[in-house]
Every structure is written in structure tokens, then in C-alpha cells.
């Protein structure tokens, strides 16, 4: 069936650097993509999202990278901070919908001092 | 500001106990959504409800589950007769608008429910 991925299930970096984290999805019809953030013990956080007419978009120290070619989504996080440590899905968008999204299996991002 | 707030935070339930998990959505917010995460995974859809309401129960399950978000008080996901498998993360989402157009950051978490079934 249709799905969403990630490549990698655990992600260890050197503070200060950058992180980059994947995402593959198989649903082509798919045309709203959205990067969350869960750290232990809570609630999933929006971070930052990116409709399948864009293919960069950038937030606060965030850019997503999306290329429907290969249907690859990526997450980049410059100059990481041990704050950003957690664990981070990629979810993808059904129907016309907000709130019904197809949710990767996550990458635990760790963050080396 | 509270945020969305779920309770209990922890609990644990025998084997054909009932379960009732509360969430109160953030204040200003009348849509409220229900999802279930088991470990090491992503989060799925379970039911999105309005006051009195429940508009999309697609991902419940059709026994056993049951939500409600009446006109006063919280909305409360139930589970009758539990069974292991039902033990996992629920969450709880509330936002002041929905559809496409508002995007997903319009969506606030809580901190979530985890149910564990002895």
C-alpha cells in the first residue's frame, strides 16, 4: 500500500553542525507534506510544511527540500542545538485534508556535545 | 494559555476494564482530533469530532471504541473491554479552524495519554 518512510532510524550529530534528515513517500498524488518534531514524552510539535507546488521552503534554522521526481522529502536543521534533540516524522496528506495524514515511522535525531 | 490538556496522563488497565481518556482543546478551539501512536511509530487517525459532533470517525475502530465531545465539559475517547493491543499513546489535537487551506500548523498537540493493558 501507499506509504511514507524514512531512511534512517537513528541520526547522531556533533552540536553546531548540520543535520539533514530523509524521507521517501510512494503516493504521487500526495501535494502536502509536513516535517514534525516529538520530543520524549510529548505531544508531536508542527515544525514546518511544504505544498507539491514548491520545492524549497525555509523556516527558522529549518529548510524542507521536497523532489516529487524521486518523491524524497528532506529536513535540514543548521547549526544544531541539543534542544533539537527528539524524534522527527515526515507526514504526508490524504484526501483534502488536514488532519488525515500517512505519518513516517520516525528518525531519532541525537545530538553529540 | 494552557494548551491542549489530556488526562490521565498515565494508565493502566487489566485485561476487559474500560478505558475513558479526557482532553480539553485549547481555548478558542472547537475542532478536536484523536489519534493513537504505538511505539517507534508514527501517529494514526482516529476520529475528528465538533461539539456534539462527530465528523470523521473513518480510523476507529468499529468495536469496543467510542468518542464523544459534548456541549460542556471535554472530549472523552473510551475504550470498553481493552485488550493488549489497545495499549499505546493516544493523543489529542485541537485547532480553531480545519481544512486543507489552514494547513497542519494550525493543529496543537497535547502531551498524551499512555494507556498501558496488563
Known amino acids: 500500500g501507499e506509504s511514507v518512510g524514512l531512511h534512517l532510524p537513528t541520526l547522531s550529530v556533533q552540536e553546531g553542525d548540520n543535520s539533514i534528515i530523509n524521507c521517501a513517500y510512494s503516493?504521487?498524488?500526495?501535494?502536502?507534506f509536513i516535517w514534525y518534531k516529538q520530543e520524549s514524552g510529548k505531544g508531536p510539535q508542527f515544525i514546518i510544511d511544504i505544498r507539491s507546488n514548491m520545492d524549497k521552503r525555509q523556516g527558522q534554522r529549518v529548510t524542507v527540500l521536497l523532489n516529487k521526481t524521486v518523491k524524497h522529502l528532506s529536513l535540514q536543521i543548521a547549526a544544531t542545538q541539543p534542544g533539537d534533540s527528539a524524534v522527527y516524522f515526515c507526514?504526508?496528506?490524504?484526501?483534502?485534508?488536514?488532519?488525515?495524514?500517512?505519518w513516517g515511522a520516525g528518525t531519532k535525531l541525537i545530538i553529540k556535545p | 494559555n494552557a494548551g491542549v490538556m489530556q488526562n490521565p496522563r498515565h494508565l493502566v488497565r487489566r485485561r476487559g476494564q474500560e478505558a475513558r481518556l479526557r482532553c480539553s482543546p485549547m481555548k478558542g478551539h472547537s475542532h478536536v482530533y484523536w489519534y493513537r501512536q504505538l511505539p517507534e511509530e508514527g501517529l494514526k487517525f482516529m476520529v475528528y469530532?465538533?461539539?456534539?459532533?462527530?465528523?470523521?470517525e473513518s480510523g476507529m475502530p468499529k468495536e469496543r471504541f467510542s468518542a464523544e465531545f459534548p456541549k460542556e465539559g471535554p472530549s472523552i475517547l473510551r475504550i470498553q473491554q481493552v485488550v493488549r493491543g489497545d495499549s499505546a499513546a493516544y493523543f489529542c489535537?485541537?485547532?480553531?479552524?480545519?481544512?486543507?487551506?489552514?494547513?497542519?500548523?494550525?493543529?496543537?498537540f497535547g502531551a498524551g495519554s499512555r494507556l498501558t493493558v496488563l
Open positions: 507526514a504526508e496528506n490524504i484526501q483534502d485534508s488536514n488532519y488525515q495524514l500517512i
Open positions: 503516493n504521487s498524488a500526495s501535494d502536502y
Open positions: 489535537a485541537s485547532s480553531p479552524t480545519t481544512g486543507i487551506n489552514s494547513g497542519a500548523n494550525v493543529l496543537t
Open positions: 469530532l465538533q461539539k456534539e459532533n462527530i465528523i470523521d
